[in-house]
């Protein structure tokens, strides 16, 4: 029972909907709920955040009967590098500038792919860059550094 | 003639040198991205947003809606040269219309898809400017409690109609309507769900989630799946249709049409669901069925015509109502938005040029990609060769711009990585993104709705059933709720979204 569980596809939603359902509620509990008449800022929360957890243990009544499994790929490469390369991008654009930002994005996102050919990537970053300053710093005139200090 | 009169307003809004500019760069990019798969419009025009900041809203509003039908008509151009879908709603014609181009009738495929596309846009656009007017007109009469169940009934339909397990998309629609209270509270300024980031006190991003979890979750999506894309070019043929193919095509045009448009007004209904009635009506009325799936023309013409009827219709309940009918045009619900107008009925009279600007350069868009898209097959097809290791990384490049510029805020671009992780989450759980995007779209206006609803009826929530038009759409909701959960009608819908 427990290792079918484990991949049961509906157990998971709907535990991922009651535990969102849950939290929002459990937060809202610190706004003011008020009264229908006058409804306070924690009034639409606390509904929407009971609605979903019903919700959540329906989806999840169905999966215990059914017992569909979780189907499809994930990459984890790709689950880990995409956002990583989101995350150095936005951190550079603050400490470095627009260039070495892009240039990190291009290259970190580009490595999440299947195939990663080196000479393939650096032409691509440096297009890409390019075309990202004539497009946004020249074109749309963003006021973006392309390299910090300078 | 009002009608006209307001149809040539339209036309003088969208025949400036600007709008028209935009138009041509909305067609050309959707059909690109129509044309290339792994990436869909959805996430185009997410990612294209944030450049229409300091563009007209008219101007910006007519580029979106291109990048839509554009994307409608590239995606056929694949599915008949390829066999590869560029679009989930063109899977359909892949089925005989690349069965016509391996019989060299490539071209007679793709004209006739072109000119049933343009057909159904052009009767479209007139359903669009003849129906939007008394539509609006009449919502303009509704007070809060109608608009709350209106919105109401756009939701439940959306998620019952939609792809993918009904229970779970309505569930996705609270999802959505929760992550919409994120920020300050209008009525009382209170910062809800804000885990003290100052960042979010004007609420997440309507860009940052849309491309979060759809350009980003989208190639997280792509790069997991194991299977290469195989990609052979193939003769297009002559682009001439034979006087043959013309009379065989011309009803399936007109029935795909007529179903399109009444598809396309209801909400959640996607594409792919009028082109498969389509399909299936064609097959059953043809005089000899077994022709289809061997190159019949009527299952290219019927399916491609109600594609585009479909997709135009879904204008209708976004621009008189404000209700979005599907995750699109959330998207373009956002667009306006965005650019500070509220959506409602309000919109074709306090800003007539947005609203009939817009419905004029939807036709003279439709007639653009005929123009310019058959002549430049051979342009499209060779972008094909374009591998997707070289694609991804420049919509990641157009998101995180996209989304940096919009607040000029690192947080923004770290969110965003977390809602593409979350998307992927979601699919794999089998819990479609789209909904969420509608719930959160319309989420601070339902509960602004609720509160003053109830404000005008003492507290009472029974206004909601005491009053007739409010209590119709609750009836409507709870019947589409009932009929989809009747054992029959959910087989058949199985069968259908898959």
């Not at chain 2, 993918?164 to 929760?178: C, E, F, H, Q, Y």
Request: proline residues 6%; glycine residues 12%; charged residues 10%.
């Amino acid at each position: 029972m427990k290792r079918e569980l484990r991949s049961n596809k509906d157990f998971w939603a709907g535990m991922m909907l009651i535990a969102i359902g849950l939290g929002a509620m459990i937060i809202a509990r610190e706004y003011r709920f008020g009264s229908t008449l006058r409804m306070g800022p924690g009034f639409f929360p606390v509904i929407l955040g009971a609605i979903l957890v019903l919700f959540g243990l329906a989806v999840v009544a169905v999966g215990l009967r059914s017992g569909e499994k979780i189907q499809g790929h994930l990459s984890l490469r790709a689950l880990i590098l995409l956002p990583v390369s989101l995350a150095l991008f936005g951190a550079l654009m603050e400490l470095a500038g627009f260039v070495p930002a892009l240039a990190a994005l291009v290259f970190v996102s580009a490595a999440a792919g299947r195939e990663f050919k080196f000479v393939e990537v650096l032409l691509l970053m440096v297009l890409l860059t390019v075309a990202s300053i004539a497009l946004f710093i020249w074109g749309l005139g963003l006021p973006y550094p392309l390299i910090k200090g300078i | 003639m009002e009608l006209f009169q307001n149809l040539i307003f339209g036309f003088g809004v969208a025949f400036s040198l600007q709008n028209l500019l935009y138009c041509l760069i909305g067609c050309l990019v959707g059909t690109l991205i129509g044309v290339l798969p792994g990436i869909g419009p959805m996430a185009t025009i997410a990612m294209l947003l944030p450049l229409t900041y300091n563009v007209p809203p008219v101007a910006a509003m007519i580029m979106l809606a291109g990048i839509y039908y554009g994307a409608m008509y590239g995606g056929s151009t694949t599915s008949i040269l390829v066999n590869l879908p560029g679009e989930t709603a063109s899977v359909i014609t892949c089925i005989d219309g690349y069965q016509m181009a391996r019989q060299g009738r490539a071209g007679v495929a793709l004209a006739i898809a072109a000119f049933g596309s343009f057909f159904a846009g052009t009767v479209c656009t007139l359903i669009v400017a003849l129906f939007g007017p008394p539509l609006a007109n009449m919502a303009l009469n509704f007070g809060s409690p109608e608009y709350f169940s209106l919105m109401m009934m756009g939701l439940v339909t959306a998620a019952v109609l939609a792809q993918g397990d009904m229970l779970k998309s309505l569930a996705m629609v609270v999802v959505g309507l929760l992550l919409g209270i994120v920020g300050s509270d209008v009525d009382s300024g209170i910062k809800r769900f804000c885990f003290g980031f100052y960042e979010l006190a004007d609420g997440i991003g309507f860009v940052i989630i849309a491309v979060g979890v759809f350009a980003v979750g989208e190639i997280i999506s792509n790069l997991s799946d194991p299977e290469e894309r195989v990609v052979f070019t193939s003769k297009v043929g002559s682009l001439y249709p034979s006087r043959e193919d013309i009379r065989q095509a011309t009803p399936p045009i007109l029935r795909g049409t007529a179903l399109g448009a009444f598809l396309g007004i209801l909400p959640g209904t996607t594409p792919s669901i009028a082109t498969f009635a389509s399909y299936m009506i064609e097959k059953k009325v043809a005089r000899d069925p077994a022709r289809f799936g061997r190159g019949a023309i009527e299952g290219v013409a019927g399916p491609e015509a109600a594609n585009n009827a479909d997709a135009q219709c879904k204008f209708i309940p976004m621009l008189t109502l404000g209700i979005p009918a599907s995750g699109t045009m959330a998207l373009m619900l956002g667009a306006l938005m965005i650019h500070g107008i509220t959506p409602g009925p309000g919109v074709m009279n306090q800003k007539p040029d947005l609203f009939w600007g817009l419905i004029a350069s939807m036709w003279i868009g439709n007639l653009m990609l005929v123009i310019l898209n058959l002549p430049l097959i051979g342009m499209w097809v060779s972008l094909l060769k374009v591998p997707y290791r070289m694609l991804f990384p420049a919509i990641m490049v157009f998101s995180a711009i996209g989304i940096y510029s919009t607040n000029n805020a690192s947080f923004d671009v770290y969110i965003a990585g977390m809602f593409g992780v979350l998307g992927i989450a979601w699919r794999l759980l089998g819990c479609s993104p789209v909904p969420m995007l509608l719930g959160f779209v319309l989420g601070p206006m339902m509960e602004e709705n609720l509160r003053r609803a109830l404000q005008v009826s003492e507290g009472d929530p029974s206004v909601f059933i005491t009053r007739p038009i409010s209590l119709a759409f609750i009836v409507v909701s709870l019947l589409i709720l009932a009929v989809m959960t009747l054992p029959a009608v959910k087989k058949r819908r199985g069968e259908i979204t898959g």
